[in-house]
C-alpha cells in the first residue's frame, strides 16, 4: 500500500462486499487509512459482518446496517467476486448463473439499494470491480467474461443515472493480481503466472493494494469529476501484443 492520504475521507461512509481478503480487504483497509468509517462484508474473514450477498433482499438489508452504523453512506465497493476456469462444453447451467449471480446480480441489486442513501451524500462514490477480461476473451472464462463484461456495462449505464445526483460511479480492471482467488491458478498453472509476470510492462504481478490505492483515489475529492469510465489497472499488460 502506498502512503495513506490521513484526513482525505474523513467523515465519510463505506461499504465493502469481499472485504474478507484480497482486493476488498485491502481496499477497506486503505479507506480507513484515509480517515473513512467502513462496513466490511465477506463470507468469511474478519469482517463486521458474515454475509452471502446472493440472496434476495440481503443487500438491502446490508446497506441498512451499514447507514444505521455510520449514520449515512457515501462510498459503496461492491467487491464480492469469483472466478475459476471451467471450459465451454460440459459447462453446466448451475456453475454459469452462481458466477453471474455473485458478479452481476448482487452488484446490481448492492448498487440499487444503495442509491437513496447515496443521493443524501455530497461525495456519493461508487467503484466497482471489472477486469482486464472486458476488453476481450479467454479460453475456459466464458462464465467470468461475461460476468466482467456486464459489470462494465451497468457502470456506464448506473453512471449516466446517478451524475445528476452528484454521485460518481467507476470501474476498477484489474490484470493478474495475487490474491487467495487467484492462488490456486498461478501455483497449478505456473505457465499461466508466468505469461502475466511477461505481459505486464512492469515485470510483475499486481497486488490488491496496487487496486485498493487506486480506488482511493476513486473515492475522494480528487477524483470528483471522473464517472462512467473503466480503468485498467495492470501494469500495462493491456498494452503489449
Not at 484515509?34 to 474473514?45: E, F, I, L, N, S
Not at 450477498?53 to 453512506?73: D, K, M, S
Not at 461508487?126 to 479467454?138: E, H, K, L, N, Y
Not at 479460453?139 to 460518481?168: D, N, Q
Request: aromatic share 8%.
Amino acid at each position: 500500500m502506498s502512503d495513506a492520504t490521513p484526513g482525505r475521507l474523513a467523515g465519510r461512509s463505506a461499504l465493502v462486499t469481499g472485504a474478507g481478503s484480497g482486493i476488498g480487504a485491502a481496499t477497506a483497509a486503505r479507506l480507513r487509512a484515509d480517515g473513512a468509517r467502513v462496513y466490511t462484508v465477506d463470507m468469511k474473514g474478519e469482517v463486521d459482518r458474515h454475509a452471502d450477498v446472493t440472496p434476495p433482499g440481503i443487500n438491502a438489508q446490508l446497506v441498512a446496517e451499514a447507514v444505521t452504523l455510520h449514520g449515512g453512506l457515501d462510498i459503496l465497493v461492491p467487491c464480492a467476486g469469483v472466478s475459476a476456469f471451467h471450459p465451454l462444453e460440459g459447462h453446466d447451467d448451475a456453475y454459469f448463473d452462481m458466477v453471474m449471480a455473485v458478479n452481476v446480480t448482487a452488484v446490481f441489486r448492492l448498487i440499487r439499494d444503495a442509491v437513496p442513501a447515496l443521493k443524501q451524500s455530497r461525495h456519493g462514490r461508487i467503484v466497482t470491480i471489472g477486469s482486464t477480461m472486458a476488453r476481450f476473451g479467454d479460453a475456459g472464462l466464458v462464465a467470468y467474461g461475461t460476468s466482467k463484461h456486464a459489470v462494465l456495462g451497468m457502470t456506464r449505464s448506473v453512471a449516466c443515472e446517478l451524475g445528476p445526483f452528484g454521485i460518481t460511479v467507476n470501474c476498477l480492471q484489474p490484470g493478474a493480481i495475487e490474491t487467495p482467488m487467484t492462488e490456486q491458478a498461478f501455483t497449478q498453472m505456473p505457465q499461466f503466472k508466468t505469461y502475466w509476470e511477461n505481459k505486464a510492462a512492469l515485470g510483475r504481478l499486481g497486488q490488491p493494494e496496487d487496486i485498493a490505492d487506486v480506488i482511493a483515489f476513486l473515492c475522494s475529492d480528487d477524483a470528483r469529476f471522473f464517472s462512467g469510465q473503466g480503468f485498467f489497472v495492470d501494469g500495462a499488460a493491456m498494452q503489449r501484443q
